[in-house]
């Protein structure tokens, strides 16, 4: 099916959860909006910025965040590009970090993700980025 409004959007729910005590930032239930064209990055920024341009210290955010500079140098080992193929009208997910520290987990099996790697998600699928945080896809919709 394929997407020709370019006013629709792809929006993903996801549920966060961390097994570290030591950062709780940014668990529980999102929802994020990936473009119809472009990447949608998420990751740990090196150096994280607030919208407004003020410099954020690194525990102020959460390991999962939309990288808020375009610049893959500065995102993370675990950051990852979410894009929505509107030819096939699904999402891909990428990894868009050399040494990156993240899985797919699909149907209960893991594959790591090599650097430059895709792969389709689906609903139920799970990210597993390091050893504590996982990122469950809990839908998908295009509105």
Avoid: H
């Avoid at 996801?14 to 064209?37: A, C, L, S, T, Y």
């Avoid at 699904?90 to 149907?107: D, T």
């Amino acid at each position: 099916m394929m997407y020709k409004n370019k006013n629709k959007s792809c929006r993903v729910s996801v549920k966060i959860i961390k097994d570290d005590n030591r950062d709780r930032n940014g668990i529980g239930v999102f929802e994020w909006n990936v473009p119809m064209n472009g990447e949608f990055r998420v990751g740990r920024a090196l150096d994280p910025v607030a919208e407004n341009g003020a410099r954020l210290p690194k525990n102020d955010v959460a390991i999962c965040e939309t990288a808020t500079n375009d610049d893959i140098a500065s995102i993370g080992r675990n950051a990852f590009a979410l894009m929505f193929d509107r030819n096939r009208g699904i999402l891909i997910i990428r990894n868009v970090a050399n040494k990156a520290m993240f899985s797919l987990e699909v149907a209960g099996r893991k594959y790591d993700m090599k650097a430059t790697q895709t792969a389709q998600l689906n609903v139920s699928n799970k990210i597993l980025l390091g050893n504590y945080t996982t990122v469950e896809i809990m839908n998908i919709s295009v509105k």
